[in-house]
Each structure stands twice: as structure tokens, then as C-alpha cells.
């Protein structure tokens, strides 16, 4: 767009009084066919959102059709569990370089059935949530149709297991017992195989199925609930992620503060131990933003000191 103060004054009075909304809109809707439209009580979209190198980094809990507003799959199985509302606050805020005004996503809450929140969603102004994997695929139980559908009291379940020897996490399978093993579970179904194209790159996987990052945004809600209300779980589990609400305050001081020291230190001792003191302060950053930001769930842009 022009530069509304280039423009005709009419023109101009309607783009000053444009408000942008930072939640990006859907125009075209793929529905279900009826068969399973008239079988399911409850829908949710499942649009993968791709930075810019092609890997799926955030997922995407809230997108719009004008004034109307939808929840993702995992977002609505997650309120569906739960028997809860998700209530969104819109702002209008001065962005840009322009100063335009525009409207995003101040906040998403999980409402009860009493109109009590109970989980607040760390998303974006686009209504975005950092995904925190797990790891690569198969953290999570997956099971074939033909397992689950078939008569046999069992079925085989494929799932990663940590191998204490090597430190990792190696693909495995169980097979177990299929009612016990259903029982109160929360299934996310959709196709793995490489044929079907529904793969996508992570972090973590360059062929990851795409409906496995929806089971890792519900078991990111699910940690972070469980936390939020004091429930048992495990220190490890990956709940949310969020940015430093201070970041932008405080790097540029950071920044300055470590040019200083690196700077006399280097000065002073020269260019063999100098390589040792720069290498011991990468560790230093490295260390720092592992162990007590990304451990905690935040995330830093651990770039710029580096």
C-alpha cells in the first residue's frame, strides 16, 4: 500500500481509519465430508504455519473469518476434555514503523464451566503458540488403524524409550492391552506414512507427521494445566514456551555490558588466551540460556550475545 499521506484526502480519511487485525483471516474452508460431519459434535482447523526455513516452529490455536473467530484441533480437543471456553482479548495497539493501529491478540484464557480461568496460553499477536517438543517422532504412542480396529485383545503400539546406556531416545514397540491401554486416552488421528504427504520438518525431524505436532501443542496445554493447578507430573515435561517479557529492555545492556568486558579482557591478555576467555563465555551463554531461561520455558534470542 501507498503512503496514506501521498493519497487523496478521501482516500487517506478511509486508510487512517483502517485498523489492521494481526490474526490472519481464512477465506476458504476444506469441510469434512458428511459422513463425518454428521458423526462429530465438535470441529477444529489443522493449518500448519511455516517459518521462513520451512520448519514448523509455532501452531497456529486461533484463526478468523472476518469478526468470526475458530480454534484449532488441538486447541478444541483440549476446551472439549476440559468442558471450558476459550475466551480471546483483542487490543488495538500502535505497531509498526508507521505507528499504524492495529488490532491483535492481547491474551487467550481457558474459561470453566463457573467462569474461572484456569490455564493462561501464552500466544502470539496472531494467535500463535511456540511449539515445545517432546522430541522427534514417536515420543508420543502411535497405533495403527488396523491394530486398533482389528478383534484381537492387543495390538502393538510404537513409542520411543530412553536407553539409559546411550543417553538416547531409540524408536521401540509394546505390545499391550488394548482396553487398559484406551482407556481415558485422548486420540489425535491422522495419516504417518510417507506416501500421503502429510509430513512436515521440525526441529527435531525433517519428515515429522503433521499430526503429531498437534499432539504436541495438547500435551504442551495439558503440562502447563497440570502445573498451574499443582497436579503431579513430571519436572521434564514440556509444557509452554514464551519470550522474555523484558528481552527488549534488557539485551541491548546486556550486549553493551559483555563488548566491554570481552573487549578488556582480550585487550589485556592477548589473542592465544583471549580465545580461550571468548570460547569460555560462549559456554557461559550457552549454559545461561539452556539451564535457567529454555529450562524454565523461556526463550531468548541467544544470537545477539553470541
Known amino acids: 500500500g501507498r503512503n496514506?499521506?501521498?493519497?487523496?484526502?478521501?482516500?487517506?480519511?478511509?486508510?487512517?481509519?483502517?485498523?489492521?487485525?494481526?490474526?490472519?483471516?481464512?477465506?476458504?474452508?476444506?469441510?469434512?465430508?458428511?459422513?463425518?460431519?454428521?458423526?462429530?459434535?465438535?470441529?477444529?482447523?489443522?493449518?500448519?504455519?511455516?517459518?521462513?526455513?520451512?520448519?514448523?516452529?509455532?501452531?497456529?490455536?486461533?484463526?478468523?473469518?472476518?469478526?468470526?473467530?475458530?480454534?484449532?484441533?488441538?486447541?478444541?480437543t483440549f476446551?472439549?476434555?476440559?468442558?471450558?471456553?476459550?475466551?480471546?482479548k483483542l487490543a488495538i495497539e500502535n505497531l509498526g514503523r508507521s505507528n499504524a493501529k492495529t488490532k491483535i491478540l492481547n491474551s487467550l484464557e481457558v474459561i470453566d464451566s463457573k467462569g474461572d480461568t484456569f490455564l493462561k496460553i501464552p500466544?502470539?499477536?496472531?494467535?500463535?503458540?511456540?511449539?515445545?517438543?517432546?522430541?522427534?517422532?514417536?515420543?508420543?504412542?502411535?497405533?495403527?488403524?488396523?491394530?486398533l480396529l482389528n478383534d484381537s485383545d492387543s495390538m502393538i503400539v510404537t513409542v520411543r524409550k530412553f536407553n539409559p546406556v546411550t543417553g538416547k531416545w531409540d524408536d521401540g514397540t509394546d505390545r499391550v492391552n488394548k482396553k487398559e491401554f484406551m482407556k481415558d486416552k485422548m486420540l489425535v488421528f491422522g495419516a504417518t506414512a510417507l506416501a500421503v504427504f502429510d509430513?512436515?520438518?521440525?526441529?527435531?525431524?525433517?519428515?515429522?507427521?503433521?499430526?503429531?505436532?498437534?499432539?504436541?501443542v495438547l500435551s504442551n496445554m495439558l503440562v502447563a494445566?497440570?502445573?498451574?493447578?499443582?497436579?503431579?507430573?513430571?519436572?521434564?515435561?514440556?509444557?509452554?514456551?514464551?519470550?522474555?517479557?523484558?528481552?527488549?529492555?534488557?539485551?541491548?545492556?546486556?550486549?553493551?555490558?559483555?563488548?566491554?568486558?570481552?573487549?578488556?579482557?582480550?585487550?589485556?591478555?592477548?589473542a592465544v588466551s583471549g580465545l580461550g576467555i571468548t570460547t569460555a563465555f560462549i559456554g557461559l551463554i550457552y549454559v545461561v540460556d539452556k539451564y535457567y531461561f529454555f529450562d524454565s520455558g523461556i526463550v531468548t534470542t541467544v544470537l545477539f550475545p553470541v
Open 79 to 88: 476446551l472439549v476434555n476440559h468442558e471450558a471456553t476459550a475466551i480471546g
Open 225 to 270: 494445566k497440570a502445573r498451574a493447578h499443582g497436579e503431579m507430573i513430571d519436572a521434564k515435561a514440556p509444557g509452554f514456551l514464551r519470550m522474555h517479557p523484558d528481552e527488549g529492555k534488557v539485551m541491548w545492556l546486556i550486549l553493551l555490558g559483555l563488548g566491554v568486558v570481552l573487549s578488556g579482557l582480550l585487550s589485556y591478555f592477548g
Open 4 to 76: 496514506p499521506a501521498s493519497m487523496p484526502p478521501e482516500i487517506s480519511k478511509i486508510a487512517a481509519s483502517f485498523v489492521r487485525n494481526r490474526v490472519p483471516p481464512v477465506v476458504d474452508w476444506s469441510v469434512d465430508i458428511p459422513a463425518l460431519a454428521n458423526a462429530t459434535k465438535h470441529t477444529g482447523f489443522f493449518n500448519a504455519t511455516q517459518d521462513s526455513d520451512g520448519a514448523v516452529r509455532r501452531s497456529k490455536l486461533v484463526t478468523r473469518t472476518g469478526q468470526q473467530y475458530f480454534p484449532s484441533l488441538a486447541l478444541r
Open 199 to 216: 509430513l512436515r520438518v521440525t526441529p527435531f525431524d525433517e519428515n515429522f507427521p503433521g499430526v503429531e505436532t498437534h499432539a504436541n
Open 123 to 147: 500466544t502470539d499477536f496472531e494467535g500463535q503458540l511456540m511449539i515445545n517438543y517432546a522430541g522427534a517422532q514417536h515420543m508420543f504412542p502411535h497405533v495403527s488403524a488396523a491394530e
